[in-house]
């Protein structure tokens, strides 16, 4: 076997974001523009790595995306990987970095596929002295040939560190180290061109939904000092189908918003998060009311270790995937508990 034939072969597909965005006359910042070609062609070293095929796919900033184009992109993904003749042997997508942790865990609930998929972008965009852009395109597109990075789910590398999905928070506005994985830490990183992994995680449950218009809505709710909840009572009217309740702590809320958390668990699945950014709710510490064991005695749904985005995320789609919210509630458990093993 020749070297050209033994080199992996890695899917780049660009969406957009810092990492494509470059100035125009008629803008008064960068947009994005440059194609998934032109993120391939700026690292020169990379038909050293794998034979790379580049793919563009949106052409957004990333804050643009919808659950509904990540379902279009897992679809187009497992075409390539599954049914496709190709011999893809990892994918890796680019896109802004504003919505990296959602984006990818999504990919990670979506796709139950073994070779790795790896979602970069860049903190720096092209037109500054040191993008990073270049750089974290030849660790994901390493990660993404590598053996090694096979049957770990989603993946997202950066500033030369590999992060699971289900792990990964962006952390800082414009630091190059932004991603961390509070709860966990990074499975392994990229060193003198070799893929480095130190941890493995359990095999998640998968979802199986195919949507192609408007995925089922998921409110946010965030609680703050001196929350009334007086917002609760309207999503039902709004057409939301889920809640997601992003609670002080271990899971907890302002007295003040146990009844309109109560009513609105009556109405649709209420799933209980916590704003603090790393560990999980708890369930059995504390009973005053607003308390963990106060809202999981009236209905809501423990986040387990999901903060609240990817909550939202996970219950979005048992919703698309569901006839019944029942239905919906025992598939989000199922995603969750696997999360751990």
Same mark, same amino acid.
């Given at each position: 076997?020749?070297?050209?034939?033994?080199?992996?072969?890695?899917?780049?597909?660009?969406?957009?974001?810092?990492?494509?965005?470059?100035?125009?006359?008629?803008?008064?910042?960068?947009?994005?523009?440059?194609?998934?070609?032109?993120?391939?062609?700026?690292?020169?070293?990379?038909?050293?790595?794998?034979?790379?095929?580049?793919?563009?796919?949106?052409?957004?900033?990333?804050?643009?995306?919808? #659950?509904?184009?990540?379902?279009?992109?897992?679809?187009?993904?497992?075409?390539?990987?599954?049914?496709?003749?190709?011999?893809?042997?990892?994918?890796?997508?680019?896109?802004?970095?504003?919505?990296?942790?959602?984006?990818?865990?999504?990919?990670?609930?979506? #796709?139950?596929?073994?070779?790795?998929?790896?979602?970069?972008?860049?903190?720096?965009?092209?037109?500054?002295?040191?993008?990073?852009?270049? =750089?974290?395109?030849?660790?994901?597109?390493?990660?993404?040939?590598?053996?090694?990075?096979?049957?770990?789910?989603?993946?997202?590398?950066?500033?030369?560190?590999?992060?699971?999905?289900?792990?990964?928070?962006?952390?800082?506005?414009?630091?190059?180290?932004?991603?961390?994985?509070?709860?966990?830490?990074?499975?392994?990183?990229?060193?003198?061109?070799?893929?480095?992994?130190?941890?493995?995680?359990?095999?998640?449950?998968?979802?199986?939904?195919?949507?192609?218009?408007?995925?089922?809505?998921?409110?946010?709710?965030?609680?703050? #000092?001196?929350?009334?909840?007086?917002?609760?009572?309207?999503?039902?009217? #709004? =057409?939301?189908?889920?809640?997601?309740?992003?609670?002080?702590?271990?899971?907890?809320?302002?007295?003040?918003?146990?009844?309109?958390?109560?009513?609105?668990?009556?109405?649709?699945?209420?799933?209980?998060?916590?704003?603090?950014?790393?560990?999980?709710?708890?369930?059995?510490?504390?009973?005053?009311?607003?308390?963990?064991?106060?809202?999981?005695?009236?209905?809501?749904?423990?986040?387990?270790?999901?903060?609240?985005?990817?909550?939202?995320?996970?219950?979005?789609?048992?919703?698309?995937?569901?006839?019944?919210?029942?239905?919906?509630?025992?598939?989000?458990?199922?995603?969750?508990?696997?999360?751990?093993?």
């Amino acid at each position: 076997m020749s070297a050209q034939q033994s080199r992996a072969r890695v899917l780049v597909i660009s969406l957009g974001g810092t990492i494509a965005s470059t100035a125009t006359p008629s803008h008064g910042g960068v947009v994005p523009q440059l194609t998934a070609a032109d993120l391939v062609a700026a690292v020169p070293s990379l038909d050293d790595v794998a034979r790379v095929d580049a793919q563009s796919f949106r052409q957004v900033p990333s804050g643009d995306l919808v #659950l509904a184009d990540l379902c279009a992109l897992a679809r187009f993904i497992a075409a390539r990987v599954v049914d496709g003749v190709d011999g893809v042997d990892g994918v890796v997508i680019t896109q802004g970095t504003d919505t990296i942790e959602e984006t990818a865990f999504a990919l990670d609930v979506l #796709l139950d596929l073994d070779v790795p998929v790896v979602v970069t972008g860049a903190m720096r965009n092209p037109t500054l002295a040191s993008p990073d852009g270049p =750089g974290n395109v030849l660790a994901a597109v390493r990660v993404a040939a590598s053996p090694a990075a096979r049957a770990l789910g989603c993946l997202v590398v950066m500033n030369d560190e590999i992060h699971a999905a289900r792990f990964v928070r962006k952390t800082h506005s414009s630091s190059l180290a932004t991603f961390q994985s509070p709860s966990a830490g990074p499975l392994g990183w990229v060193s003198e061109d070799r893929v480095r992994i130190a941890l493995r995680c359990s095999t998640m449950r998968h979802v199986a939904v195919d949507v192609e218009g408007e995925v089922p809505a998921v409110a946010l709710i965030s609680c703050a #000092l001196g929350d009334d909840g007086r917002l609760l009572g309207a999503l039902p009217t #709004l =057409g939301y189908r889920g809640a997601v309740i992003d609670a002080f702590g271990g899971g907890h809320v302002p007295s003040t918003m146990v009844e309109g958390i109560e009513t609105l668990a009556r109405a649709m699945p209420v799933v209980l998060c916590s704003r603090a950014g790393s560990g999980e709710v708890l369930e059995h510490t504390y009973g005053f009311p607003g308390s963990e064991s106060d809202l999981l005695s009236r209905g809501v749904i423990s986040g387990g270790i999901l903060d609240a985005r990817k909550a939202r995320v996970v219950l979005t789609l048992a919703l698309a995937a569901s006839t019944h919210a029942r239905d919906a509630v025992e598939l989000f458990i199922e995603v969750r508990d696997s999360l751990l093993g």
